[in-house]
């Protein structure tokens, strides 16, 4: 269960990573429209599950040199990739902006969060 103070830091990072990345996302991120879904952080915040939905433009792997890694990558796959190669640069953003908050600010770690997938999944199923 968590506390209400986790709740509260929680939704501060959410809040603020979702700022940063969007700050960024037309750069660094080809312009995909990212959204964070949820921030889970860990009780002595070390780390904070961050969780995604990423809607990227279908032109973002034209970018990829690798043919073999174009072929088995989504659009979103690879924004997701380029969020967790640049995780270390959006965690010095993150202290800047938390720096009187928070003592630690904890690693990231990005998930793609699948939940509406899974929604319409389900809607498929009871259709049937």
């Known amino acids: 269960m968590e506390t209400r103070r986790m709740e509260k830091i929680n939704r501060l990072i959410q809040k603020d990573l979702s700022e940063i990345i969007r ?12 959204s964070v879904t949820r921030v889970d952080v860990t ?12 809607f990227a433009p279908t032109n973002v792997l034209e970018t990829v040199k690798d043919e073999k890694e174009k072929k088995n990558l989504t659009p979103s796959e690879y924004v997701l990739k380029l969020l967790r190669e640049k995780k270390d640069l959006i965690r010095m953003y993150l202290g800047q902006r ?9 690693d990231i770690t990005f998930y793609l969060d699948d939940t509406l997938d899974y929604a319409k999944r389900i809607d498929e199923l009871l259709k049937q």
Do not use: G, M, N, T
Not at 23 to 34: C, D, G, H, L, N
Not at 43 to 53: F, K
Not at 98 to 106: A, V, Y
């Open 23 to 34: 700050e960024k996302s037309r750069e660094e991120f080809f312009s995909s429209v990212i």
């Open 43 to 54: 009780s002595d915040l070390s780390l904070a599950r961050v969780y995604v939905s990423i």
């Open 98 to 106: 938390e720096r009187h908050q928070l003592r630690i600010i904890p």
